[in-house]
């Protein structure tokens, strides 16, 4: 089997088995801290991954990524807050457990639930992704486009609130991409007469201004309001059961099963895992089972879902090069920097690195829920000790040296903080900045498969509707678009609705 | 059919949703003409792409369409006030006057931000990055409130050391040397 050879690849290299060991501890650490979210954690963290080995960088931010998100359910548990948007539902019934005590079992249940999701995702990323590679590697030019049209129309549509401003968003991240040099002719595209515009926006300067300067601003905004200290709440020494564990068994697959499906849709997303799967395992227990009070099933269920969208949302990106969340769009450029073709070639291209890559994911999971079970509570005192107004300060100076170091061009600084600026106001007006980004990895890819196609055709246009799979997406993108809009607009309140509403 | 009314989970403390969404939805308008002149504004620029289409499409063809897309979106948001159907209790005038105390201070937070962002590049040739480090650490450190200009001078000095120490050290990173002044030869 593959994956064995995987381990033995990841096993046979020191560098990524040890990046993979840091990054189990450093991403549960990172994702329990309020405010700074796991995208933005591996956006500031990726130049540090130039100079490594592919699997050591890959491996480092993957981890990173699945700790984040488990290490979110710390903070959210002991301080009602979540560490990350994946853990606002873990709080529904973990904030009460550590209210009256039991911190020590939410945030066992926790551990459990985010391992075994965690692995039923990478089980279906493995056995799944190579299965659908093979069916892609046929895809041609015209196909590409059509995935590539599909993916903005998707995930413009169902990212953010708004399809208009999430459309805008793709629309933007399209406009940004082009600045620079065309790829075909060398002409100079909106560059303003700069020479510093002719290689275009560096990856790494937007990701960083958008996610993290953004997110910086946010929190100097919060500092106005000042915040009262974060208190650590009793607990007991009660731990979960092998009874318990066994009676959360069935909640903890199904959850499981909702991430991975969930996962594997562009634009969707943990959070969305999350909560469905809290809704639905709540509906499942009935009103009677103390959901919303402290049940362990409504801790176990959206740590499961969250942490199981994580492999999964690696397939669309293995195998089409879209990537369906902000986390693997990072990854995206992290391939590309390392010159990895991204795509369903990678398997045969790169077979040893990805399945060295999904080794280092189950390994990683082992890692952080051993970190979690007994480093928990000590990393949340660690968190609650820590005052945000001075690490905020150290991340900013960390992100714009990481900005530099790109290119050793203190323009890429100018950008980052342009992007921060941009990214702030797009956070207050709504626009999805994931939308953004990803259509900016997307474009060149987008582009080049537009003109490659329509150079290889004989019909002009049409080969976009005679070509049955490139069809086919479009056809996706565009059902996607009208379902959600015709669901919006039943949603939006009529005139006689209006004065129903409570309040 | 009930309608449900999705609650949003935030841990901001912010307005209320109905006053943060009226203002939202009165600064669409605004936002919407901004994207739209913007979308004019590229548009026009490629009309000085001197290389144009090679067949069907060419090197002005993605910019003419993407800008196209911003013309007609940002319409479409501009106009989508009057589109959508409001909230009994929305008033433009009364959310804009909640949100306005509130943006005045929050403006100087964030201008400032950034303007420490700018400054601190553009000093970084001037003055080399040790200094600049010290100057961008005191400053986002006053930012984020912290009290004790002792403690602010303390903190900023062992950040841009510990900056220094990390990257330029450790991991080797290149800076340039300040142009006024560099203490780069401490180091040496």
């Known amino acids: ?503 | 059919m009930s309608r449900k009314i999705i609650v949003q989970a935030s841990r901001l403390d912010q307005a209320p949703p109905d006053t943060r969404e009226a203002s939202v939805r009165s600064s669409d308008h605004w936002t919407g003409l901004v994207i739209a002149i913007s979308g004019v504004a590229l548009f026009a620029m490629t009309f000085n792409f001197t290389i144009t289409e090679e067949g069907l499409v060419g090197p002005r063809f993605g910019p003419r369409v993407i800008s196209g897309l911003l013309v007609l979106g940002g319409v479409l948001l501009a106009a989508s006030p009057w589109l959508s159907p409001r909230m009994p209790d929305e008033d433009h005038r009364s959310a804009g006057a909640d949100d306005e105390p509130r943006s005045l201070r929050v403006l100087p937070v964030v201008l400032g931000l950034i303007l420490v962002g700018f400054a601190y590049a553009f000093m970084t040739r001037k003055v080399g990055y040790d200094l600049s480090t010290f100057a961008a650490a005191w400053a986002v450190l006053a930012i984020f409130r912290v009290r004790s200009v002792f403690r602010i001078t303390a903190v900023a000095a062992g950040l841009a050391l510990a900056m220094h120490v990390l990257f330029l050290e450790v991991m080797g990173l290149f800076m340039p040397d300040g142009r006024w002044i560099d203490l780069s030869w401490i180091w040496s």
């Open chain 1, 1 to 503: 089997m593959e994956i064995l050879n995987g381990f033995a690849t990841l096993f046979s290299t020191p560098d990524a088995l040890a990046y993979t060991a840091l990054a189990a501890v450093l991403g549960v650490v990172i994702g329990s801290l309020p405010g700074l979210t796991v995208a933005a954690a591996i956006a500031m963290l990726v130049p540090v991954t130039y100079y490594l080995d592919p699997l050591a960088a890959l491996s480092f931010l993957y981890v990173i990524g699945k700790a984040g998100r488990y290490g979110g359910s710390i903070s959210a548990i002991l301080f009602n807050t979540p560490g990350t948007t994946a853990s606002v539902a873990t709080i529904f019934d973990g904030y009460p457990l550590a209210r009256r005590g039991d911190a020590r079992r939410a945030l066992r249940t926790s551990t459990v639930a985010s391992m075994i999701g965690d692995w039923i995702g990478d089980a279906i990323l493995i056995f799944g992704a190579v299965i659908i590679a093979s069916w892609t590697s046929s895809f041609g030019p015209a196909e590409y486009f059509g995935i590539y049209m599909m993916a903005f129309l998707i995930i413009g549509s169902v990212v953010g609130k708004s399809i208009l401003k999430g459309l805008l968003a793709i629309a933007m991240g399209l406009a940004v991409a082009m600045v620079g040099l065309d790829p075909i002719t060398g002409q100079p595209r909106w560059t303003f007469g700069h020479i510093e515009l002719e290689g275009g926006f560096g990856l790494v300067p937007l990701l960083v201004g958008l996610f993290v300067i953004s997110e910086i601003m946010v929190q100097a905004e919060q500092s106005l309001r000042g915040t009262a200290p974060i208190a650590f709440p009793k607990m007991s020494n009660r731990g979960l059961t092998l009874r318990e564990l066994f009676r959360l068994l069935p909640v903890i697959g199904r959850s499981a099963i909702y991430g991975a499906f969930i996962g594997m849709m562009p634009g969707l997303g943990s959070s969305v895992a999350a909560f469905v799967a809290y809704a639905e395992e709540k509906r499942r227990a009935g009103p009677d089972a103390g959901w919303g009070e402290g049940a362990i099933a409504g801790v176990a269920a959206p740590e499961a879902a969250n942490n199981a969208v994580n492999g999964p949302s690696m397939i669309p990106l293995l195998t089409l090069g879209v990537p369906g969340t902000t986390v693997a769009a990072i990854l995206m450029g992290v391939f590309l920097i390392h010159g990895i073709p991204i795509g369903p070639t990678i398997f045969s291209a790169a077979g040893d690195l990805v399945y060295g890559l999904f080794a280092a994911g189950v390994l990683g999971v082992l890692l952080y829920g051993i970190t979690g079970w007994f480093f928990g509570p000590a990393i949340g005192r660690l968190v609650s000790l820590v005052p945000t107004r001075y690490v905020y300060p150290t991340i900013f100076l960390v992100t714009v040296i990481a900005s530099y170091s790109v290119r050793l061009n203190l323009f890429d600084v100018y950008v980052m903080m342009a992007a921060g600026l941009l990214g702030y106001v797009m956070r207050k007006l709504e626009f999805p900045t994931a939308a953004f980004i990803i259509a900016f990895i997307l474009a060149p890819g987008a582009e080049e498969s537009l003109r490659q196609s329509l150079l290889l055709s004989r019909n002009g246009w049409m080969i976009f509707l005679t070509e049955p799979v490139a069809a086919g997406f479009l056809a996706v993108g565009m059902l996607v678009i009208a379902v959600r809009t015709i669901v919006k607009l039943r949603q939006r309140p009529g005139p006689a609705d209006i004065d129903a509403r409570p309040g």
